[in-house]
Structures are given as C-alpha cells and as structure tokens.
C-alpha cells in the first residue's frame, strides 16, 4: 500500500531509528503526530508481564475485580476462589508481547522480539499511543461505575484500529485458523482454555480483537480512517451499538436502560452494580453453546444490569437481561437451567455446586439469574431467592 508523506514528529522524538520509522507510518496511516513519541522500554517478559498486572491492578477497582469474578463462581464458570489478577497473569504468561501506558507515554515491549514480530508490536502499540494523542483514549478508557459496556466498546474500536494499520503496514501474522489467536502485537493467546485458564476468561480477553477487526474494516470499507475517527469522537454507547449500527440505524430495538435493582431487604448494601453488555454476554454464552449460537442469541440483548448486595457475611447477586424477543429468552433460560443443573420451568430454583442457592427466572423477554452465598442453608434458600426476586 501506498502511504502518503508524513509530518515528522515533534522535534523532541525518541531516537530509535525503528520506533521514527515506525511512527512515520503509522502517522501517514492516521494523521500527524500531536505530541512527542512514546520512549520505547525493552523489558524481559516476567518483567513485561508483571508491568501490565500492575497496571491493570491501578485501573480496575478491587471491589469490581471481586464482584465480578463472583459473579463468574455463582454462574459456575470458575472456582469459587477464583481471582482475576492471578488469572490474567496466568493468562498472560509466555504471550504478552508488548502494551502502552500514557503517564508518562512509553511502549514497553519483551526485548526478545525481533524483526517482523518486535516492528509489529512497536506498530501495534504506536497506533494506541496515537489514539491517545488525537482522541484522549486513555483517559476516556479509565473504569467508572455503570461504564464497563460502554468502556468496552471504546476498546473494541481502539483494537480494532491498531489491527487495521498493522495489517495495512503489511505486518500482520498470516491468518490463524478460526478461533486460534487475538491481536497481532501487544497481546496474543490461543482461544482453547488451558487447565489453569478459564475459557470465559480467555473468550473475554480475545473479544475486543475479534470485534475489533470486524468492526473497523467495516468502517475503513465504506470511510477509510476518517469513518474510525469519526466513531472515536461520537463513541457507542454499548457493545451492541458497536456491533450492531446497521440494525439500529434501520429501526431496530432501542436500548434500554434498567434501574439498580431492589435490596433484598432492609440492611443490605449495594457494594457492585454495572451494565456488562452484549459482548461480555456473548462470552458468558459460549460455556454452554456453540459460537455461532452464542452470537445469534446475544444480538437479541436489548439491556442488562448486575447487582450485587452484601449484609453480615451473606452475598445477594442478581443480573437481569432483557432480550428483543421473548422467544429467545426462554431458549437460553432452558440453556441456563441445564448448564447450572437446575430443574425445568420458568422458575428454577436450587443448591449452586459450592454452596447457597441459585435461580433462574424467565418472564416474557426477561431472564434473570440470581444467586445468595451463605454458610448457613437457613439463610440462603430459593423462597428467600424467589421473594427477592417478586419484589422487585
């Protein structure tokens, strides 16, 4: 592909003769650089690996960390001492290869690439330096309460972009068979759970680099890089906005938005509420069905929102989904019900692996899962689940 000339970078630029190359085609790609070029920081990768937890560690709150991998337990999707951080690290092990930090900006890639696979991740993580200069990503990609859909949309999209440009600069790896891997610098990792892995965990992690190719060459197709710029300064409000623009541009579904959920009664702290999205869905999905089912049935998520509520030791969970089609919404129910071992009908309601209760409830075009951990089965039963659950 022919590139255009590039404005040089600001004067004060890091030396490196690859990361100035580097920058000048990514620029010509993307437009002019706004400030100066990321320090490029070789590191080993125990070392690498341990930046990026410490990262993460700083951007996404503990009690959300908690809260979520709970919510993964009561779905029977990991062990009940299940932890995202040691998980990641797991995860990552062997396959981080590069990734960007803005404060202050450097790209910190594992100092055994070399050649095509240390110019594609230098690429891959300039194109997200990039993105932070023209369109604040990292700020805009901080967590905030109610923001994990849309926060994950807006990650989609800058995975997306980095992909398209690497791929564009002739540096991407050659196709992986379906499934096989997700991003072509920073981080990659095989689709196929490992015994210490979880395969939502892994599904998550591939997610935005999957969308993200799919989204953005839909967008370079019809507006070339100004079509992908144009969504960074008008972002999707979800991962269904994202995924699905066409649909909504023609009609489809609104999205709704539902209320924090009741408290299970007086005394009980609301300590974790968040809109988890089509994409986290999708991923929760495909434990029980195939991919493709699992894609078909996501794109009918109209709205969602987990709660969690805590009070003397005793956890109430409750994530409630709304679908565009009520049909569907008992199809997964039934799916549900089998993949937790709970029994037939609308409400089900029984003992979760590990301990306490958990339910599923199906109401027209209204699924809802919820869950009460106690030590004591006098304190987490189905009739006080079902109680909850008609009150609200």
Same mark, same amino acid.
Not at 67 to 74: K, P
Not at 116 to 131: D, T
Not at 157 to 171: I, K, R
Not at 331 to 354: Q, S, T
């Given at each position: ?58 951007? $996404?709150?503990? #009690?959300? =960390?908690?809260?979520?991998?709970? +919510?993964?337990? *009561? /779905?029977?999707? &990991? @062990?009940?001492?299940? %932890? ?41 993580? $300039?194109?997200? #330096?990039? =993105?932070?200069?023209?369109?604040? +990503?990292?700020? *805009? /990609?901080?967590? &905030? @309460?109610?923001?994990? %859909? ?44 490992? #015994? ?197």
């Amino acid at each position: 592909m022919a590139l255009a000339e590039a404005s040089p970078p600001p004067s004060d630029a890091a030396s490196d003769p690859l990361l100035d190359s580097l920058s000048r085609q990514v620029s010509a790609l993307r437009g002019p650089w706004l400030g100066p070029l990321p320090e490029l920081v070789l590191l080993p990768e125990p070392e690498l690996r341990a930046r990026a937890l410490e990262e993460l560690r700083g951007q $996404l709150p503990a #009690a959300v =960390q908690r809260a979520q991998a709970h +919510l993964l337990w *009561r /779905l029977g999707l &990991v @062990p009940a001492d299940f %932890d995202w951080l040691p998980a990641l690290e797991r995860a990552l092990r062997g396959r981080l290869e590069a990734f960007y930090v803005s404060a202050p900006p450097r790209l910190l890639v594992e100092r055994a690439l070399s050649g095509r696979a240390r110019r594609r991740a230098i690429a891959h993580e $300039l194109v997200h #330096a990039l =993105q932070d200069q023209r369109h604040a +990503l990292s700020r *805009r /990609l901080a967590y &905030v @309460p109610d923001g994990w %859909d849309a926060g994950g949309a807006l990650h989609t999209l800058a995975e997306g972009d980095a992909l398209a440009v690497v791929a564009a600069l002739g540096l991407a790896d050659p196709p992986q068979s379906s499934g096989d891997a997700f991003g072509s610098a920073g981080e990659s990792t095989e689709s196929a759970p490992s #015994a210490d892995t979880p395969g939502v965990l892994t599904r998550s992690l591939a997610a935005p680099y999957l969308d993200g190719a799919v989204v953005v060459d839909r967008l370079t197709s019809s507006g070339g890089f100004a079509a992908v710029d144009a969504r960074f300064r008008d972002p999707p409000a979800s991962s269904h906005e994202l995924l699905h623009p066409d649909g909504l541009a023609q009609g489809g579904a609104a999205q709704a938005r539902l209320p924090r959920g009741t408290a299970p009664g007086p005394g009980w702290q609301l300590t974790y509420t968040d809109v988890l999205g089509e994409q986290a869905w999708r991923s929760v999905l495909e434990e029980w069905v195939s991919p493709g089912e699992a894609q078909e049935f996501a794109a009918d998520w109209l709205a969602d929102r987990v709660s969690m509520f805590e009070q003397a030791g005793v956890t109430a969970l409750r994530w409630e989904l709304r679908s565009s089609a009520a049909a569907r919404a008992g199809v997964l129910g039934a799916r549900l019900r089998a993949g937790l071992g709970l029994p037939a009908g609308d409400w089900a309601c029984g003992a979760h692996r590990d301990t306490g209760v958990v339910a599923v409830l199906v109401r027209g075009a209204r699924l809802v899962i919820a869950s009460l951990d106690a030590s004591g089965a006098e304190r987490a039963s189905c009739r006080d689940l079902e109680r909850w659950l008609a009150a609200d």
